[in-house]
């Protein structure tokens, strides 16, 4: 159980929390992870009624997030990450196609790319090739003035590294703004489209492969194999139809802030709280988090 940044744990709401639970399984110990912010409740029995059971109980005034999770491995030796409304709080190319002057009808296509209502990069294509002409100084733009990492970001990734974890930023956006937020976010890899230009100006295409759904897939396979884990090891979060079929692959998958076909297939879902609840979800108390 973790609140949002805006929310509280009090009394009231954890006894009535437990009492959800107890109506369903039998319940064990309460550990505080963080005072007010995040618990474990242990419990015996089918996780998915005491996880129906616990969210048809709290309000959504209470701004709290309820995720059912195995006790065993629960702390991750992977994480591969979606960078856009993920590790960052814009799409990119929404913000770059603001500075073309035609963001409404970028974002209106993004918007469907994200929902699963369009093939990604089909409208990865379409997008690119309304940003033909822009200059390339107006990425350096975007990046320096609108790209802001999401509040737990760098604490993610350095409490997750301090215990032995890897990180990989894993983007359908651009390769540009992934290595700068990956520097900048503490992240060990990354990987993103490329977009093509004249040396001045974006040429309006986008090399190809294109890196989308299956890419992100296969980006998490390859590193699971290479770093001799086992998929329960890893981690995966996103909130677009791009990311869902590497959060359904990883033995913790996470809908961030998640389009609704993401959050209703993903095992976990924050929607209200900010990236040091992944590290809640994993276990850890708020003293073992790294503030880098």
Known sequence: MVAGPDAVLNALRVDTISAACRSVAKTGTLIWLARKRAFDLLFDGDPDAVRTAMRETIEDSWL???????????????????????????????????????????????????????DFPAALRERVLLLKGLPLERLGRVYAERVRLTPGARALTATMRAHGGHSILVSGGFDFFTSRVAADAGFDENQGNRLLDDGQKLSGEVATP???????????????????LSP?????????????????????????????????????????????????????????????
Do not use: F
């Open 64 to 118: 709290l997030d309820v995720n059912v999770v195995a006790a065993e491995n629960r702390r991750k030796k992977l994480i591969v990450a979606d960078m856009d409304s993920t590790i960052i709080g814009c799409e990119c190319i929404d913000e770059l196609a603001d500075m073309a002057g035609l963001k409404p009808k970028v974002a209106a296509i993004t918007e469907r790319a994200m929902r699963g209502e369009i």
């Open 210 to 228: 294109i890196l989308g759904r299956e890419a992100k897939l296969a980006a998490l396979e390859e590193a699971t194999a290479r770093l001799g």
């Open 232 to 292: 329960n090891d890893t981690l995966a979060i996103g909130d677009g139809a791009n990311d869902l079929d590497m959060i359904l692959k990883a033995g913790l998958g996470i809908a961030y802030h998640a389009k609704p076909v993401v959050a209703a297939a993903a095992s976990a879902a924050i929607s209200h709280g900010d990236l040091t609840a992944v590290l809640y979800l994993q276990g850890y108390r708020q003293e073992d988090i790294v503030k880098p």
